[in-house]
């Protein structure tokens, strides 16, 4: 394995564009799509103190114990779907996933409109109260990592031969905010169990920080190949409501974790999604034929059969992943 399997693209000619060097990156985003559905990004102006921050407060946070973790549960998220769980409470294709973590959102207020209708997974966000700066820094992420969503889909935008406002103006103007943090403990098991089972994400576009530990294994066209951390990057892959969109031109492509190591594993994954509330369309791409052969994919489901929102669709999927927790969502959504 070398980690050039996964292309490394230097975005900085979408931030500080000029028509040319967007071309260029637009170019190099449409072969990572087709061949990987995976790209590392560098050069992407996001704060490397602010990461580096993130990443301390989030050790500090996963090192105590969990009765004192258990304080911002999820179950006090409510319909919002935000805060913590134990090692073992998330599910993936029905089995326990190696990990731990903390939901997050767009920072709401209870007076927001959504907020006040009920829509599910909008509002508050939990923080714990003895770990100082950990809400700032994770807000200040936030805010950071959204503006870098729109710039990486103006660029996708690009890579199709559309304008580069089209998602913008049709999907992520008000995108679906979703942040996790999670921790992979030692795989201590004699089994080889999964931080995270072999799955695929739900949205438009995932940017991930990982730290230096390594795990994540993407599914190419050869087999499953590592996607190791590089220095500086942040790795990115589509979603299937891109898959959809595309008709099957950019794949949303599986991905799994296993942390080998003798340490604990953190990574950040941040989720850039339509809107909740808009439904989503296949673009009308010329000489694009529909690849919709499901037979490799995880869940053997059609990501082209689907009909409805996003909301729709997420909402299906992440009620699978937390069962005790669908109730507290679905009956919000009635």
């Given at each position: 394995?070398?980690?050039?399997?996964?292309?490394?693209?230097?975005?900085?000619?979408?931030?500080?564009?000029?028509?040319?060097?967007?071309?260029?990156?637009?170019?190099?985003?449409?072969?990572?799509?087709?061949?990987?559905?995976?790209?590392?990004?560098?050069?992407?102006?996001?704060?490397?103190?602010?990461?580096?921050?993130?990443?301390?407060?989030?050790?500090q946070f996963f090192a105590q114990d969990e009765e004192t973790k258990l304080k911002m549960r999820m179950?006090?998220?409510?319909?919002?779907?935000?805060?913590?769980?134990?090692?073992?409470?998330?599910?993936?294709?029905?089995?326990?996933?190696?990990?731990?973590?903390?939901?997050?959102?767009?920072?709401?207020?209870?007076?927001?409109?959504?907020?006040?209708?009920?829509?599910?997974?909008?509002?508050?966000?939990?923080?714990?109260?003895?770990?100082?700066?950990?809400?700032?820094?994770?807000?200040?992420?936030?805010?950071?990592?959204?503006?870098?969503?729109?710039?990486?889909?103006?660029?996708?935008?690009?890579?199709?031969?559309?304008?580069?406002?089209?998602?913008?103006?049709?999907?992520?103007?008000?995108?679906?905010?979703?942040?996790?943090?999670?921790?992979?403990?030692?795989?201590?098991?004699?089994?080889?169990?999964?931080?995270?089972?072999?799955?695929?994400?739900?949205?438009?576009?995932?940017?991930?920080?990982?730290?230096?530990?390594?795990?994540?294994?993407?599914?190419?066209?050869?087999?499953?190949?590592?996607?190791?951390p590089i220095p500086g990057s942040f790795v990115c892959n589509i979603g299937d409501m891109l898959d959809?969109?595309?008709?099957?031109?950019?794949?949303?492509?599986?991905?799994?974790?296993?942390?080998?190591?003798?340490?604990?594993?953190?990574?950040?994954?941040?989720?850039?999604?339509?809107?909740?509330?808009?439904?989503?369309?296949?673009?009308?791409?010329?000489?694009?034929?529909?690849?919709?052969?499901?037979?490799?994919?995880?869940?053997?489901?059609?990501?082209?059969?689907?009909?409805?929102?996003?909301?729709?669709?997420?909402?299906?999927?992440?009620?699978?992943?937390?069962?005790?927790?669908?109730?507290?969502?679905?009956?919000?959504?009635?």
């Open positions: 394995m070398t980690i050039s399997q996964v292309p490394i693209i230097d975005i900085s000619g979408l931030i500080f564009s000029t028509n040319s060097s967007a071309d260029v990156v637009a170019k190099q985003i449409r072969q990572a799509c087709q061949d990987y559905g995976f790209f590392y990004i560098v050069g992407h102006g996001v704060d490397e103190q602010l990461q580096q921050k993130l990443e301390h407060l989030s050790q179950a006090f998220g409510g319909r919002a779907w935000r805060g913590y769980f134990p090692v073992g409470n998330e599910l993936t294709s029905g089995k326990p996933d190696l990990k731990e973590g903390i939901y997050f959102g767009a920072e709401l207020e209870e007076e927001h409109p959504l907020v006040k209708v009920g829509i599910p997974m909008h509002g508050r966000n939990l923080f714990p109260s003895n770990i100082p700066e950990f809400r700032e820094t994770v807000l200040e992420y936030i805010e950071s990592m959204t503006q870098l969503g729109h710039i990486l889909m103006a660029g996708i935008a690009l890579s199709l031969g559309l304008e580069k406002s089209y998602f913008a103006e049709r999907y992520t103007k008000d995108p679906l905010i979703l942040f996790r943090i999670f921790n992979y403990p030692p795989n201590s098991s004699s089994q080889s169990a999964w931080g995270v089972g072999e799955h695929t994400d739900y949205g438009v576009l995932t940017i991930l920080k990982q730290d230096n530990t390594g795990g994540l294994q993407i599914k190419s066209k050869f087999g499953w190949i590592d996607a190791p959809r969109m595309t008709q099957g031109l950019y794949r949303s492509t599986p991905h799994r974790v296993q942390n080998l190591s003798t340490t604990n594993r953190l990574s950040f994954p941040f989720f850039f999604d339509p809107n909740f509330n808009v439904e989503v369309k296949p673009i009308e791409l010329k000489g694009i034929v529909v690849n919709d052969d499901q037979s490799d994919r995880w869940d053997k489901a059609s990501v082209h059969e689907f009909r409805g929102t996003y909301g729709d669709y997420l909402l299906n999927k992440v009620s699978k992943v937390f069962p005790e927790l669908r109730q507290t969502v679905f009956d919000s959504a009635e």
